[in-house]
């Protein structure tokens, strides 16, 4: 089992990410990409034609993130509400 967190955080160049962390019960490799794959693809296909970031995993940390165009708070809550909805899965 896992379960989903999402977060507004900072980018290496401090522009904000919106960010869904899972925390798994099972490490599995296997299950871990599987995981943060589908999310992804969840995430992608939630986002609307006239969005442009870009959907990022990270299997190492366990998380996926928006990687925003403009970095703006309002394209950043729109993110959020992609990933909340998308996390509610996962909770």
Same mark, same amino acid.
């Given at each position: 089992? /896992?379960?989903a967190? &999402?977060t507004l955080?900072?980018g #290496?160049?401090g522009? *904000?990410?919106?960010? *869904?962390? +899972?925390?798994? $019960?099972?490490?599995? %490799?296997? =299950? !871990?990409? @599987?995981?943060?794959h #589908? =999310? $992804? /693809?969840k @995430?992608? +296909? @939630?986002?609307?034609? %006239?969005?442009r970031?870009l959907v990022? =995993?990270?299997q190492? #940390?366990? /998380? &996926?993130?928006l990687e925003l165009?403009d970095?703006?708070?309002r394209e /950043?809550?729109?993110?959020? !509400? =992609? *990933?909340k909805? &998308?996390a509610?899965?996962w909770a």
């Amino acid at each position: 089992m /896992a379960r989903a967190t &999402v977060t507004l955080e900072r980018g #290496e160049y401090g522009t *904000l990410q919106p960010t *869904l962390r +899972m925390q798994f $019960a099972d490490r599995s %490799s296997r =299950i !871990v990409s @599987a995981t943060l794959h #589908e =999310i $992804a /693809a969840k @995430a992608e +296909m @939630a986002t609307p034609p %006239s969005e442009r970031w870009l959907v990022n =995993i990270s299997q190492t #940390e366990g /998380a &996926v993130w928006l990687e925003l165009l403009d970095g703006s708070d309002r394209e /950043a809550t729109r993110g959020m !509400v =992609i *990933l909340k909805r &998308v996390a509610r899965g996962w909770a």
